[in-house]
């Protein structure tokens, strides 16, 4: 199983890791970083997306911290 990791904000591919572990250990792993279950995503295929947030966007939203208020800025 592969997990993909995409911008919450701007859809950019961030990475693709291999992951040999169930669900489970990948929310606990995603729990330790910070990031909340709402940001996985599993399609009908089984292909797992984790949204999170990229570089570009981070340094938007320090520019702009009122951008924290929106789920997604960006159209």
């Known amino acids: ?33 910070g990031e909340i279950d709402d940001y996985i995503e599993k399609d009908a295929n089984g292909q797992t997306t984790v949204h999170c947030i990229c570089e570009s966007c981070e340094d938007s939203l320090k520019q702009f911290p009122d951008y924290h208020a929106l789920k997604k800025w960006l159209q």
């Open 1 to 33: 199983m592969t997990v993909k990791y995409r911008c919450r904000h701007c859809e950019t591919e961030i990475g693709t890791l291999p992951f040999d572990a169930d669900e489970t250990i990948l929310k606990l792993h995603l729990f330790e970083v």
